[in-house]
């Protein structure tokens, strides 16, 4: 799959990888992808980022997957769906904070091992966007497929993206223009 990348799509991979090893996470996850394509300058991503007013929030966007993070990977929905119940999720964090150390849930913590993998989220990410280049015709994979595989896969990524307005659909128009208004992810959000 990965001869049919473009080079921007390959440098986004490559900072991904960046990133993890930055953190010292145990694996490549989605939002070392999201995290990549925010660096960059250039190509159609780049575009739809700075379209968005993405680039102007990345502070906030990084907050935001930070708390994930010191979640143990919840996402706001699950923490919400467990406040439904009487759990505070804030509260439990803060606690095995205090006994174990700041970032004691963060499960992504690299654990001794020497090369990172792609975490399983982030692989179903470069399958996405290669669904994604197939289904519009194209026949390669570039940055921009991976920015909307981000948004159509559901996890913290696509939640974090979508709380700062950028879902599947305003992304496929900031690059593509009014065209379609539901796109191959929203599709498959729905049937999935």
Do not use: W
């Amino acid at each position: 799959m990965f001869e049919r990348f473009t080079g921007n799509a390959r440098e986004v991979v490559t900072g991904a990888v960046t990133h993890a090893e930055r953190t010292d996470a145990a694996s490549v996850g989605e939002e070392h992808l999201l995290l990549a394509l925010l660096d960059r300058q250039e190509g159609r991503a780049a575009f739809a980022v700075t379209s968005l007013g993405l680039a102007d929030r990345r502070a906030s966007v990084e907050a935001e997957l930070a708390t994930v993070r010191r979640h143990g990977g919840l996402t706001r929905a699950d923490t919400e769906a467990l406040a439904g119940l009487g759990i505070d999720v804030t509260e439990i964090v803060a606690r095995v904070e205090e006994a174990h150390g700041e970032g004691a849930l963060d499960r992504a913590r690299r654990r001794g091992a020497r090369r990172r993998p792609f975490s399983r989220g982030a692989k179903g990410i470069l399958t996405r966007s290669l669904r994604i280049a197939a289904g519009r015709g194209d026949r390669f994979i570039g940055d921009e497929h991976l920015l909307l595989a981000l948004t159509a896969c559901p996890g913290a990524a696509a939640e974090v993206l979508a709380a700062h307005g950028a879902t599947y659909g305003t992304v496929n128009r900031a690059l593509y223009g009014g065209g379609e208004e539901e796109g191959e992810g929203e599709r498959s959000r729905k049937a999935g």
